[in-house]
């Protein structure tokens, strides 16, 4: 027996989104023809999607041309410089941080065909300018191409002058010294800072 | 350190194969396509968790089959069992490594227990053989003594790739040398540091000579010519081991004899530096080693591995130059 097409594009649809596999792909398909609410619910949910632009300032998700972040005035004069809107939400969400994002869409890698300019990294220094920024936090993956990123835009804004610093790296919480890879725990001791009392 | 028992499920042309090893030398006794070098492999694959033949996973898997192991029961301060299980999956692959039934958070911890020196029908004529296998040999052995020399090497290798792909796309070498550069000079750094530990070792007639493409030279020196090329063309992925032999390129100038007593001046260097550095006996392993030695070398070589006072496994196609001393695995 053979599926109709349509049912079978949605699995194959399914299968681009990360963490879906053959089996999810197919299990998800046949609730959404079974459960007519769903399949609305669906429609009704991507048809909002559509209508989502990328923040003209700081590139992430929104539904107005300047996102609610950018357009709040309390907000620090710091950037931190994220890869994904995902990450951004991630930090957004631990209520630590009360500065401006920019979210540079990617990391550079080559190999996937992603060079410098296909990322918003440009107009960072603009924003670094126009909102007298006084201090930008790169804070993207510890991967060669987060490292790589990091340091091509350290350079493009180094002339700025400001502070530019990145997010720690070492042991994470409540993990043993004996299982932590040299690599971390020499950035660890190198890195360390002065103790923390509270 | 000693192996005293083998276990290869799904490995090579082993569907389920196992052998056990006595102290000194044992010698693997078997006809053409019988496997011998597959237990050599096995031997390495404990200590390296990877072929040292730079074969893939997947391609040591029992054709038709997802997943090998091999278990190995070995006895250093105290018995061990060491498993290593690899399993094919779709697209993705697992690789898992148990220590007395505990799972290992990381697999290159291993390395401060077991050290397994395998060398191959290749590896015997490392000295005349081109550049590039040179240097995957001491990048081997080096990765071996060393996992932070080993994590490195990766490293650096991974951002090679991004560096060539991007000087034939965007060109951003600058980006990337950026990159490489603290990885290569620790690269440089240690091989500098074990050739001159192998050199103190060996005899003065036997020499191995490092030679760095960044020697007095930086990436930025290179950056012109190699956008002009297209692809890199200096950095540690290029450097240069040679041996010399009474101070002449051995390559070139040593004969067949004195090549062959460098290399094994190489081995009992390599068996020195494991002792010196990780403080534990190395296993050796030589495949198809007698073809490569005439009678009389053969007795010889014998003779060194039992003074050697180490566990020692060798393939040989026949009996011929089996003794008495020797443990004798033979299969068919």
Redesign the interface.
């Known amino acids: 027996m053979k599926f109709p097409k349509g049912f079978l594009r949605l699995i194959e649809v399914l299968k681009k989104l990360p963490g879906i596999g053959e089996k999810t792909a197919e299990k998800s398909a046949f609730v959404i023809v079974k459960n007519g609410r769903i399949l609305d619910e669906l429609i009704t949910a991507l048809n909002e999607i559509k209508k989502l632009k990328l923040c003209s300032k700081c590139n992430t998700i929104s539904e107005r041309e300047v996102c609610e972040v950018c357009s709040d005035l309390q907000r620090e004069k710091i950037i931190m410089v994220v890869e994904s809107p995902y990450d951004m939400y991630h930090i957004e969400k631990l209520g630590v941080y009360n500065g401006k994002y920019h979210v540079i869409g990617g990391l550079i890698s080559p190999l996937e065909g992603i060079e410098p300019k296909d990322l918003f990294i440009d107009n960072l220094k603009n924003r670094i300018l126009e909102e007298d920024i006084k201090e930008v936090i790169i804070a993207l993956s510890s991967s060669i191409e987060g490292d790589a990123t990091g340091y091509y835009i350290y350079e493009k804004i180094k002339d700025t002058n400001i502070n530019i610093t990145q997010i720690a790296r070492g042991i994470p919480t409540g993990y043993e010294i004996t299982y932590t890879d040299n690599i971390t725990l020499q950035k660890a001791i190198i890195l360390r800072q002065p103790f923390i009392t509270n | 350190m000693l192996i005293k028992k083998l276990n290869l499920i799904n490995f090579g042309k082993f569907s389920n194969f196992t052998a056990e090893f006595a102290e000194g030398l044992n010698i693997i006794v078997g006809k053409n396509g019988s496997g011998k070098t597959t237990i050599v492999e096995a031997l390495a694959y404990i200590s390296f968790q990877r072929s040292f033949r730079h074969v893939k996973d997947e391609d040591l898997l029992r054709f038709g089959e997802k997943e090998f192991s091999i278990t190995a029961n070995i006895s250093n301060l105290t018995e061990h069992e060491i498993k290593i299980i690899y399993r094919k999956e779709n697209d993705k692959s697992v690789k898992r490594v148990y220590v007395d039934n505990k799972r290992q958070?990381?697999i290159t911890k291993l390395h401060k227990e077991i050290i397994v020196l395998a060398f191959h029908n290749y590896n015997y004529s490392i000295i005349e053989q081109s550049p590039a296998s040179r240097r995957y040999f001491f990048d081997w052995f080096f990765s071996l003594i060393d996992?932070?020399y080993y994590?490195n090497l990766h490293?650096y290798k991974?951002?090679l790739?991004?560096?060539n792909?991007?000087l034939?796309?965007?060109k951003?070498i600058k980006?990337?040398n950026?990159?490489l550069k603290p990885y290569a000079s620790y690269i440089n750094d240690i091989r500098k540091k074990y050739i001159n530990e192998l050199n103190s070792i060996i005899p003065d007639e036997v020499k191995i000579k490092y030679t760095s493409t960044l020697e007095n030279k930086t990436f930025e020196d290179f950056e012109e010519i190699e956008l002009k090329r297209g692809f890199s063309i200096v950095g540690p992925h290029r450097d240069m081991f040679d041996f010399y032999y009474r101070g002449k390129n051995a390559r070139l100038y040593a004969s067949d004899g004195e090549r062959r007593k460098a290399f094994f001046e190489l081995v009992n260097g390599m068996v020195k530096l494991v002792e010196k550095t990780k403080n534990v006996k190395p296993v050796l392993a030589f495949d198809e080693l007698f073809g490569v030695l005439d009678k009389d070398n053969i007795k010889k070589f014998i003779k060194k591995m039992t003074e050697l006072d180490l566990q020692v496994v060798i393939t040989a196609h026949s009996k011929d130059y089996v003794e008495e001393f020797m443990n004798i695995i033979e299969i068919s």
Do not use: A, V, Y
Request: overall charge positive; proline content about 0%; cysteine-free.
């Open positions: 958070k990381l996992e932070e994590i490293r991974k951002i790739i991004q560096k792909k991007s034939k796309t965007s951003d980006l990337w950026s990159q």
